[in-house]
């Protein structure tokens, strides 16, 4: 993926970030695995070039899905719970700066239920 492309807008630069990635599924689709890596360019170009990794892992128990993964240096976790066409999804991160994060997510999928 490339990000800001067009950074040059309107008198605003914004910097350009790549994103490559990859991932698998296993197991009949129970267990996902993924890891990404991201670069920018700083926007006054002072410190260079910055990358941050991110990898994660999913495994899927009937009607529960269990999180676990990693995020530029931060440990992240969450659990969803699916029914018929309905997701609840949490997760949560710990950072040493702003402390615990936490998500709450709610989709509706259309068409045929898992």
């Avoid at 991932?23 to 006054?44: P, Q």
């Amino acid at each position: 993926m490339i990000r800001n492309i067009a950074s040059d807008f309107k008198n605003e630069i914004f910097p350009v970030s790549y994103r490559f990635g990859v991932g698998s599924r296993f197991y009949k689709n129970k267990l996902r695995i993924a890891f990404d890596i991201e670069t920018k360019n700083d926007i006054a170009n002072k410190e260079g070039i910055s990358y941050k990794i991110h990898s994660g892992i999913e495994w899927t128990l009937k009607i529960i899905v269990l999180r676990l993964g990693y995020d530029n240096g931060k440990l992240t976790y969450g659990f969803g719970l699916i029914y018929k066409n309905l997701q609840f999804d949490y997760a949560s991160s710990i950072d040493e700066i702003i402390g615990n994060t936490h998500r709450f997510s709610m989709s509706i999928r259309f068409g045929t239920p898992k």
